[in-house]
């Protein structure tokens, strides 16, 4: 089973900052295969990444992905009000299919 | 335009049956996987398991295989997740979603999510 670590687990920036999150794994994830999605409260999980470097439809261009092997890293260019949420990497693989990071959570500081 | 609906919220007591559900529109359902995933209060996403519409060829993660069960109506474009006797550690938020691996595999759009409370 490939375990996905995300750290920090919580981080308080004010908006207009820049951000960079990182997700690591156990062993090496194809690049296909790496996503990323924000969560905010009382909604559902929204994609962000796909294919670890990709935007899903209609995400902003200041959110950019990238990564290869175990390490992998979503990075936020300048932090806008609705942006702060909780962030999830998530991979694709061997049993189980799928499994997510535990999550980052960003706070407006 | 790409929606899966779930079923409302429910109140069920350690033990009983639930079946909840989820229904796809705005793309060709049997096109796609739908996975289901559970959030406990407070905690991340866990991957439960998929079901393919057209066969209903299910797959489950290890932690739930045996736990719940995925089911299908295609007729109907509707996705179910059920127990047969819950628990309170049962108690979470349960999200389906839609599967997409054209690049990639990961999981494209969301329902809103069906809060599910075991309590006696």
């Known amino acids: 089973e490939i375990v996905l670590t995300q750290s920090p687990g919580t981080l308080s920036l004010s908006p207009g900052e820049r951000v960079t999150l990182s997700c690591r794994a156990s062993q090496s994830v194809s690049s296909d295969y790496l996503a990323w999605y924000q969560q905010k409260p009382g909604q559902a999980p929204r994609l962000l990444i796909y294919?670890?470097?990709s935007r899903a439809t209609g995400i902003p261009d200041r959110f950019s992905g990238r990564g290869s092997g175990t390490d992998f890293t979503l990075t936020i260019r300048r932090l806008e009000p609705e942006d702060f949420a909780v962030y999830y990497c998530?991979?694709?693989?061997?049993?189980?299919?799928?499994?997510f990071g535990q999550g980052t959570k960003l706070e407006i500081k | 335009e790409v929606q899966l609906v779930q079923s409302g919220a429910e109140v069920k007591k350690p033990g009983e049956s639930l079946k909840i559900s989820c229904k796809g529109s705005?793309?060709?359902?049997?096109?796609?996987?739908i996975a289901w995933v559970r959030q406990m209060p407070g905690k991340g996403l866990e991957w439960m398991g998929m079901i393919y519409p057209p066969d209903s060829d299910t797959r489950y993660s290890p932690s739930f295989q045996g736990q719940v069960t995925i089911s299908v109506d295609k007729s109907i474009t509707t996705a179910y997740l059920q127990w047969s006797s819950l628990k309170a550690s049962d108690s979470a938020i349960y999200y389906c979603?839609?599967?997409?691996?054209?690049?990639?595999?990961?999981?494209?759009?969301w329902g809103q999510g069906t809060l599910v409370t075991v309590s006696s």
């Open positions: 705005g793309y060709s359902f049997t096109n796609f996987w």
């Open positions: 294919g670890a470097s």
């Open positions: 998530q991979q694709y693989g061997s049993s189980p299919m799928y499994s």
């Open positions: 979603a839609r599967r997409s691996y054209n690049y990639g595999d990961h999981l494209d759009y």
